[in-house]
């Protein structure tokens, strides 16, 4: 249960002769903000999406979190492994999160940080202030969603689609968020000037710049590139239960030993529909990175891409992606369980990109993700159950990262391609069937 507290309530908290009316008042504001998770992940891993508040006379605070365990059961390259393997067939402690939610005198305020044991990391995922001046227009300046693509998923299931391992779902950056709605139509300005800045993780599992929520573009050695000025814009509208909208972002790749100025263009055409039982998402991403130098001055095809304190990727620096999701809901009434959302999320990146093998250029190899799963809800208690597979994926592999999302990954795949050790035109659909409980509060 999350606690909630009305201002007027806080203030006369030491007061025990507390009149009829003002315990009515106090429960009625409780009773109005005692909202739950919902049945989907939209509202269970974006808890501020959870609150519209418009009266600039009432006052609240929420707090809340989640305490989340994972298991999976790998089969990579044909094989799996014993139980409890480093990484591998085991239960983890996934995360622990703190949600504080509040608005007083018309401001909001959100702030959500996360640990991650296992990885030794923890970092903000959003931290930002909210003002809404009329119906119309709302600003949301801190650490706040980028608005690009669809919002708040492009996903279902707690694996996310194949952009946000792209940093084109759910990447949140340090700026402003201006919306504007008039009639079926929703507008987004938004400028972030750096990303969000990074947390604490252990240099054993990864650079200390990838220690993020989202995956961002970080420096490395050799490799010093930071984004920096990005833009966004996003319109949207509301046709008979289906969402059309169309994005553009555009920001710089700055190195910081070098100077060099390169850029990254992206844009999104995407849609949302919902009836009754049924939601089904789609969207088609283009992006492109130019210009983008490494510190010795040679151009990028690939740029360094990392999060969750564990690691950084190639990200292969053009490419078209094809992402479709359904979901459908069936209540149950099976003791404590309510509700069963079944889905299936799928991601193609198509990469445009060259590599010389031999003094020959070889076209990069494109990448797959499939999630078919479902999401059980039972009280507080939330339940993902995917059956993830995937090939040239940095996590759905026995060798986490490495060229999957760039060039693609070698014949050797815990090898770096090189004139030895070619793409491999036939990677192997590895699978991962993973299961995370979470208790939310």
């Known amino acids: 249960m999350a606690l909630i507290i009305s201002s007027s309530s806080y203030a006369k908290s030491t007061d025990i002769h507390l009149?009829?009316?003002s315990i009515e008042s106090k429960l009625a504001n409780s009773s109005l903000f005692s909202k739950d998770y919902g049945i989907h992940k939209s509202s269970l891993e974006n808890v501020s999406s959870l609150y519209h508040q418009t009266k600039k006379d009432t006052s609240w605070l929420k707090i809340g979190g989640a305490l989340r365990l994972n298991t999976i059961y790998a089969i990579y390259e044909g094989q799996t492994f014993?139980?409890?393997?480093?990484?591998?067939?085991?239960?983890?402690?996934?995360?622990?999160?703190?949600?504080?939610?509040?608005?007083?005198?018309?401001?909001?305020?959100?702030?959500?940080?996360?640990?991650?044991?296992?990885?030794?990391?923890?970092?903000?995922?959003?931290?930002?202030?909210?003002?809404?001046?009329?119906?119309?227009y709302n600003l949301q300046f801190g650490i706040t969603q980028v608005p690009f693509g669809l919002l708040t998923y492009a996903s279902h299931s707690w694996?996310?689609?194949?952009?946000?391992?792209?940093?084109?779902?759910?990447?949140?950056?340090?700026?402003?968020?201006?919306?504007k709605n008039f009639d079926k139509w929703t507008f987004n300005l938004a400028y972030f000037p750096l990303a969000e800045p990074r947390g604490t993780n252990d240099p054993n599992f990864g650079a200390y710049s990838s220690a993020r929520y989202s995956y961002d573009v970080v420096p490395i050695e050799g490799n010093n590139n930071i984004e920096r000025n990005q833009i966004n814009l996003r319109t949207t509208y509301q046709l008979q239960g289906t969402e059309l909208g169309i994005s553009v972002q555009q920001m710089e790749i700055y190195n910081q030993s070098s100077k060099n100025k390169g850029y990254q263009w992206a844009t999104a055409l995407h849609a949302e529909w919902t009836k009754s039982k049924w939601n089904l998402k789609s969207e088609i991403i283009y992006y492109h990175y130019t210009n983008v130098e490494n510190d010795a001055g040679t151009d990028l095809s690939s740029v360094q891409m990392g999060a969750y304190g564990f690691g950084t990727y190639d990200v292969a620096s053009e490419a078209l992606l094809y992402v479709i999701g359904i979901a459908y809901d069936i209540p149950v009434k099976w003791g404590p369980i309510s509700n069963i959302q079944v889905y299936n999320d799928y991601s193609y990146v198509q990469k445009a990109g060259e590599t010389l093998i031999n003094g020959t250029p070889q076209q990069f190899q494109d990448t797959q993700q499939n999630v078919l799963g479902a999401l059980i809800s039972a009280g507080k208690i939330y339940t993902y159950f995917d059956f993830a597979s995937g090939y040239n994926h940095p996590w759905?592999?026995?060798?986490?990262?490495?060229?999957?999302?760039?060039?693609?990954?070698?014949?050797?795949?815990?090898?770096?391609?090189?004139?030895?050790?070619?793409?491999?035109?036939?990677?192997?659909?590895?699978?991962?069937?993973n299961i995370n409980l979470g208790y939310y509060f």
């Open 396 to 433: 759905i592999s026995d060798s986490f990262g490495g060229n999957a999302l760039g060039a693609g990954r070698g014949e050797s795949y815990h090898e770096p391609i090189s004139d030895n050790n070619p793409i491999d035109r036939s990677p192997y659909w590895n699978t991962r069937i």
């Open 82 to 136: 014993p139980l409890g393997t480093d990484s591998r067939n085991e239960w983890t402690w996934d995360t622990w999160r703190i949600n504080v939610d509040s608005y007083a005198n018309g401001l909001r305020f959100a702030f959500e940080y996360r640990f991650y044991p296992t990885f030794n990391t923890h970092f903000i995922k959003y931290g930002w202030i909210g003002y809404r001046f009329s119906d119309q």
């Open 159 to 179: 694996w996310f689609q194949a952009p946000y391992y792209l940093g084109l779902e759910d990447d949140h950056q340090i700026g402003f968020n201006l919306t």
């Open 19 to 21: 009149s009829k009316d």
